[in-house]
């Protein structure tokens, strides 16, 4: 009996001893980034995580990040994300996530909410050329976070061959709501809608800031406003008369290709567009237009990405540093050329205008341009949002928009 | 394995003589199973319980020190309540419990259907077919998913088909609306009554919870039908050939025809085969998440929204790990409970004194008949030497 018990003992030891072995080593994955210099990278070197468009997005963030490497002396190795938000959970939760990364405006609040994020937009050198709309889209409980890497603003993208074919000249190109509708009346036909674009507020927004609303102002929330009530109306009523309609009830999965498919003559789309003209529909002939005004004027949407930093980051002097070399107008301007987004620094704006004339309507939006809040569970709000827009069709403004508020009233405040 | 081969020595001897050791073995040998699975899936496991029951705001350790214990706050802010959030888990229930509803029994029917198919014998070139059915089954679900969109898109072959046959197909993919109210507001009915209307569950009308699964989750059901079924086939189609021929003859001789000797004879055989499939069936169609991620992400409408991505999309991509967690474990509870339901709705019984009663047959009281008999031994392979029709079988099979 003995004997038996002490074999037990033994493999029980054993056993435990293997377990604790394994786990200590599990658990050391876990703590390294709890203590700072440790797990985070050491000083010597920056890691930088990108989600990217293109090989053309890689190859310019890479160089411009090997130049600074040289000029610095400290190394920095750029690693591509396959899915930037899962990679970047995945390094927060493991204390060890990447010093530098690209990030948008919807994940900033759940990120700088659980303290994952550094603050380092008050000690930008550049900090006043930045956009103010930008600066707010990257402020978070009253504190500039991260400094924006670029931007985008929507325009109304026409299609040329269709838009001439139809007798229509540069002077028709609409300015008003009433405009817009009678041309896309006018190019509805053989199958084709007059503008088409994807079903969210992502771009529907567009309509709401014209007419004067939005989803918040002022720290308020304003989604079921009358203003907001008009746009989403006069939507619906072009969706019905069949000259709107949806991307993806054209058989497309956003406007860019419903509009290169020439399922459609006309699109609310970013500056995204000329990549995807020039890949996909090279024979599309297009102009790129401000958005018509509404009732209360020019209004459009903004999107944009910030190089954020991780709070465990070990060299977050040099991190500072490479974020302001990166956002230097030469770099933004360099980047701009090679992958088509605009510089987030009004001190670029004006050379990047004379670069590309074709497209000022896209920069011209910068001075109206609404972005997205930046409250913890915003991007929840708006997928629902989206999701009630989808049924637009059938539903009623007066009521998507009111749920739209109270959604909004419970993370305001 | 080790506990049967200890637990009579224990009693009997004192641990002396040429067994002394084997327990140790045993261990030893079972050592690095229980360390890999411990690693990999009970700590996790664990891990994830107390996350559900946390704070852990995604930075850093969960064990670490300014990470508090919460009780049930995440569980209820998910089913109680007429927030986004519990609004979001009850859709995700909505949409999962329709595609269950749907996709367990089809599948089921279906597998057993071709694995009778290929079973028989009157098929010509049944390797060919088992070989075609159980394709789909080997295909990543991804890139099943990519096929499905582009057969499902509103321009796509599945609806140059209907067009062919004068049905405008839907816009798949892009239509919200639910099957039952579809057929509702063809017959004229837009509005369903106050009592469905004002009431519901989990934060979700009744009246949204009979819209059935939408156009675009039918399609998600369809290709899980498509993909599992062979799988399914496979196992029946294992069970089928442990039934010996004889035991149909035997029917046959006491006059059976093909349907009762199905019902009475084959499905009951078929009961441990069958549970295994409703089993798995109900574990994969509770879990369903790659074509979600992959093809829509909840669109449209969040009526392809399932807990298992809404897990996934509250940890990862809005940092509400805790709910996330207790999502997974809600669907955990489910699908333990629905297991447990199915095992007692298919548990042995004892045959019911008015099921013996058609057997007694006044003309032959003397004699059960055979096939009832047979129907209720265990059934043992066929011996190759006495029933050549199912060695051929058999070996058929197994050359193609």
Redesign the interface.
């Known amino acids: 009996?003995?004997?038996?018990t002490a074999?037990?003992a033994?493999?029980?030891g054993?056993?435990t001893a293997?377990?604790a072995l394994?786990?200590a080593g599990?658990?050391q994955g876990?703590?390294d980034?709890?203590s700072t210099g440790e797990g985070g990278g050491d000083d010597s070197g920056l890691t930088i995580l990108i989600g990217s468009s293109g090989d053309a997005e890689t190859d310019a963030v890479t160089e411009a990040v090997a130049a600074w490497s040289e000029e610095s002396g400290t190394p920095a190795e750029v690693t591509v994300a396959s899915d930037l938000?899962?990679q970047l959970?995945q390094g927060?939760?493991a204390?060890d996530p990447p010093d530098l990364f690209y990030l948008s405006t919807e994940?900033l609040a759940?990120?700088a909410?659980?303290?994952?994020l550094q603050a380092y937009g008050d000690d930008l050198e550049n900090k006043d050329d930045f956009y103010p709309s930008l600066v707010e889209n990257f402020t978070y409980e009253d504190q500039f976070y991260c400094a924006p890497k670029d931007f985008s603003t929507l325009a109304l993208i026409i299609n040329k061959g269709l838009w001439d074919a139809a007798g229509l000249t540069e002077a028709d190109i609409p300015t008003t709501w009433d405009e817009l509708a009678s041309v896309a009346q006018t190019l509805t036909k053989d199958g084709v809608v007059g503008l088409g674009y994807g079903?969210e507020w992502q771009r529907l927004g567009t309509f709401m800031a014209q007419a004067g609303g939005g989803l918040v102002e002022d720290g308020e929330p304003i989604a079921n406003s009358q203003e907001n009530v008009d746009a989403l109306t006069y939507v619906q009523d072009q969706m019905a008369a069949g000259t709107f309609a949806?991307a993806?009830?054209?058989?497309a999965g956003w406007g860019g290709e419903a509009f290169g498919k020439q399922l459609s003559a006309m699109t609310i789309e970013g500056n995204w567009i000329q990549g995807a003209m020039a890949n996909d529909y090279p024979d599309v002939e297009y102009i790129v237009a401000e958005l018509p005004e509404g009732p209360a004027g020019k209004g459009t949407l903004q999107f944009t990405n910030c190089w954020g930093m991780a709070?465990?980051s070990s060299n977050q002097e040099a991190a500072l540093d490479l974020v302001q070399y990166l956002t230097s107008t030469e770099q933004q301007l360099a980047f701009s050329q090679a992958f088509g987004v605009m510089p987030s620094i009004q001190s670029a704006a004006e050379q990047w205008k004379t670069d590309n004339p074709d497209l000022a309507a896209f920069i011209a939006g910068a001075d109206y341009a609404q972005g997205i809040p930046t409250y913890e569970?915003t991007?929840?709000?708006i997928?629902?949002f989206?999701?009630?827009l989808?049924?637009l069709k059938d539903g009623d403004p007066q009521q998507i928009l009111d749920t739209v508020q109270s959604?909004l009233e419970?993370i305001v405040g | 394995m080790t506990a049967t081969v200890t637990a009579p020595r224990r009693g009997r001897t004192s641990g002396s003589g040429i067994r002394r050791g084997e327990a140790l073995a045993g261990w030893i040998f079972t050592a690095p199973v229980i360390v890999i699975l411990g690693i990999f899936l009970f700590i996790p496991v664990l891990m994830a319980l107390w996350v559900s029951v946390s704070d852990w705001g995604g930075r850093g350790s969960p064990f670490s020190g300014n990470v508090n214990f919460v009780g049930l706050e995440n569980y209820a802010s998910v089913t109680t309540g007429e927030g986004l959030t519990a609004r979001d888990f009850g859709t995700a229930m909505r949409n999962n419990t329709w595609y269950v509803i749907l996709v367990v029994p089809l599948q089921t029917a279906l597998s057993l259907f071709l694995a009778l198919l290929v079973n028989g014998a009157i098929l010509r070139g049944r390797g060919f077919f088992r070989t075609a059915f159980y394709f789909p089954s080997v295909t990543a679900s991804v890139a099943i998913t990519v096929l499905w969109l582009f057969l499902f898109n509103p321009r796509g072959p599945v609806n140059a088909f209907l067009a062919l046959v004068g049905i405008t197909g839907p816009n798949w993919f892009a239509d919200p609306r639910g099957i039952f109210h579809v057929v509702l507001s063809g017959l004229g009915v837009r509005e369903g009554p106050s009592v469905l209307t004002g009431n519901g569950f989990l934060a979700v009308s009744w009246w949204n919870w009979g819209a059935g699964p939408s156009i675009a989750m039918s399609a998600f059901i369809l290709m899980a039908i498509f993909t599992t079924s062979g799988t399914f086939m496979l196992l029946f189609l294992a069970a089928l050939q442990n039934i010996g021929p004889e035991i149909q003859e035997a029917a046959m001789v006491d006059g059976a025809n093909a349907w009762q000797r199905f019902w009475r004879v084959t499905l009951p055989q078929l009961k441990p085969a069958l549970f295994t499939v409703l089993t798995l069936g109900l574990i994969g169609c509770w879990q369903v998440f790659d074509q979600i991620y992959t093809g829509t992400k909840g669109q449209p409408a969040k009526t392809t929204l399932t807990p298992a991505y809404l897990s996934y999309d509250a940890g990862f991509l809005d940092q509400n790990w805790g709910q996330g967690a207790a999502i997974a474990f809600i669907l955990f509870g489910i699908i333990v409970l629905f297991t447990i339901l199915q095992r007692w709705v298919l548990r042995e019984r004892p045959v019911s004194r008015r099921r013996a009663r058609q057997y007694e047959l006044p003309a032959r009281p003397a004699t059960a008949s055979p096939a009832t008999i047979a129907s209720r031994q265990v059934p043992a392979p066929p011996d190759p030497a006495q029933t050549p029709g199912g060695a051929d079988d058999l070996g058929k099979g197994a050359r193609s």
């Not at chain 1, 993806?248 to 058989?251: K, R, T």
């Open positions: 009996m003995k004997r038996h074999a037990r033994l493999a029980l054993a056993f293997t377990a394994a786990l599990c658990g876990f703590d980034g709890g938000n899962q959970s927060f939760a204390g994940a759940g990120y909410a659980n303290g994952s079903w949806y993806q009830d054209l058989g709070a465990d569970g991007a929840d709000v997928t629902d989206n999701s009630q989808q049924g959604n419970a």
